[in-house]
């Protein structure tokens, strides 16, 4: 069978791998230059072999089982770190470690023997009993509520209620103003109070606090993963836009990228509906285009990331939720205070992350307003920081970074098959309840690749 598949994100590359595996002629067409869609990398220094650093931050979960498997089966298991990078926030201008308790201890022998117990659930209750924005009770039931969220596995039971509506009935006012209505705000914007309790869920349910990274970088697995379906006898065709799908009389599916036409006996879109919907134009019904493009179908935000290379630690946490109000960014995410400075010639990478609709007027700025907006409020949580430190900077920008999961997403969804004979739809966007990972893109690929296999069986009798 011919495949062709578009989009070499960590989706379309898994699909490509398991179907080439299993003998089919592939073709994947993307548009960058180089694989790994929405966790791509970039060359870091004037070096361009690397080091490379993901445009937006990445880390993996212990959870996270079907891309740590792929990572393993790729030949980098090996070079997969698992640390407890402190991971805090910042409210009444103040840093509060959130993660865990042990890890701040001074005395290295209290320390070391603590050690195994450093990342446990005991370790984070004890971190959260210690975050004074809200009052002693504020925190037992935070904590309580959590526990339920982590222990509870059926998330359907959830499923008719918001996040803000569930988190403040049973986690209490206090906790829903200063933790949980700042990290709904950050990530959805205007929606906050309109998304679905099951994807607060996941987060309690399905995250640990050892997080995982490939050391040297993401990009480094992306690299791998496309060599892996090229040593199969795939073709990875990076730098091709696809600009148009269509069905052929034969039964077949073209498409057409860079001027040219392919003929494929199926097609896998791994792009968001919309472009998918761009792209095959009339040759879906009109019923079809409008009800996935209409103001009540699922919408995404935009992800805006500055990293600022400077020449000096900025904090001691890895990941800072910025929780009190006024910053024009959500999180700081120093990367270098979870990997080492050596790796990236000594440099200290700071990212400043937002998720914005997409019109926002942040997006037309020009890179270098946008730092000169944001540099100030990075004193309000380093004073000594100084614009001196900014050795260099980068603006990176996404549409489609975070689809906004409302009460009823799931019936929103696409089906895996499109109108189009034999063109399959799946994106980030099928991802659900969990907030949106490379795991579970990973988890989707296959399921599309099996579902690739049976089709082909059912056909062939
Ligand atoms: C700010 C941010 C932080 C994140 N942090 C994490 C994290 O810490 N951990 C984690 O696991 N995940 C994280 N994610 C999510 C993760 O990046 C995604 O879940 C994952 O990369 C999605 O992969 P995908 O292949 O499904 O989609 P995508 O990566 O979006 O792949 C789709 C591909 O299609 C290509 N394409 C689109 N149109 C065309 C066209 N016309 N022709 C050819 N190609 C086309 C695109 O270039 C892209 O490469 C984060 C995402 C963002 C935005």
């Not at 698992?82 to 201008?93: A, I, V």
């Not at 006012?173 to 109070?193: H, M, N, Q, R, V």
Request: glycine share 8%.
């Amino acid at each position: 069978m011919k495949l062709g598949i578009i989009g070499g994100g960590v989706l379309g590359l898994t699909v490509a791998l398991r179907r080439v595996q299993a003998g089919d002629e592939v073709v994947v067409f993307e548009k960058s230059q180089v694989p790994g869609g929405l966790a791509a990398s970039f060359p870091v220094t004037d070096r361009p072999d690397g080091p490379y650093l993901e445009k937006f931050y990445h880390h993996i979960f212990q959870t996270d089982k079907d891309i740590i498997n792929l990572i393993n089966e790729v030949g980098l298991g090996d070079q997969l770190e698992w640390k407890t990078p402190p991971t805090s926030t910042f409210r009444n201008g103040k840093v509060y470690r959130m993660d865990s308790a042990f890890g701040e201890i001074k005395f290295k022998p209290l320390k070391a023997l603590l050690r195994p117990l450093t990342g446990s659930t005991i370790d984070t209750a004890i971190a959260i009993m210690r975050f004074k924005p809200i009052s002693l009770f504020g925190r037992l039931r935070f904590g309580l509520g959590g526990a339920y969220l982590k222990f509870e596995s059926n998330y359907q039971r959830l499923s008719q209620t918001t996040a803000a509506q569930w988190s403040q009935k049973w986690m209490g006012k206090s906790a829903y103003e200063a933790i949980l209505k700042p990290l709904l705000t950050a990530k959805f914007g205007k929606k906050y109070d309109q998304i679905a309790m099951p994807w607060l869920w996941s987060r309690f349910h399905e995250r640990t606090q050892f997080l995982g990274y490939v050391r040297g970088g993401f990009h480094r697995f992306y690299i791998k993963l496309y060599e892996a379906v090229v040593a199969k006898g795939g073709e990875v065709r990076l730098g091709t836009d696809v600009t148009g799908i269509k069905p052929t009389k034969e039964g077949k599916v073209l498409i057409s990228a860079d001027g040219q036409e392919f003929v494929f006996d199926r097609v896998v879109v791994t792009t968001p509906t919309r472009v998918f919907i761009q792209l095959a134009g009339d040759a879906l019904p009109a019923v079809y285009r409008e009800r996935y493009t209409s103001p009540n179908s699922i919408e995404h935000y935009s992800a805006h990331c500055v990293i600022l290379s400077l020449d000096r630690k900025f904090m001691e946490t890895y990941w800072l939720n910025l929780n009190d109000p006024g910053f024009p960014f959500l999180a700081l995410v120093e990367h270098t205070s979870y990997m080492p400075p050596s790796d990236y010639d000594g440099q200290h990478l700071l990212y400043l992350g937002n998720y914005l609709p997409p019109d926002h007027p942040l997006f037309s700025k020009s890179d270098e307003e946008v730092v000169a907006e944001f540099l100030p409020h990075l004193k309000r949580v380093n004073p000594a920081f100084d614009s001196s430190w900014i050795k260099r900077s980068w603006v990176w920008k996404a549409p489609y970074g975070q689809p906004i999961v409302t009460i009823g997403y799931k019936d929103k969804l696409p089906p895996h098959q499109t109108p189009i004979p034999n063109v399959l739809l799946a994106n980030m966007a099928h991802v659900y309840p969990q907030d949106r990972g490379q795991n579970y893109s990973v988890r989707l690929g296959e399921k599309i690749a099996r579902v690739i296999w049976r089709a082909r069986t059912n056909a062939s009798g």
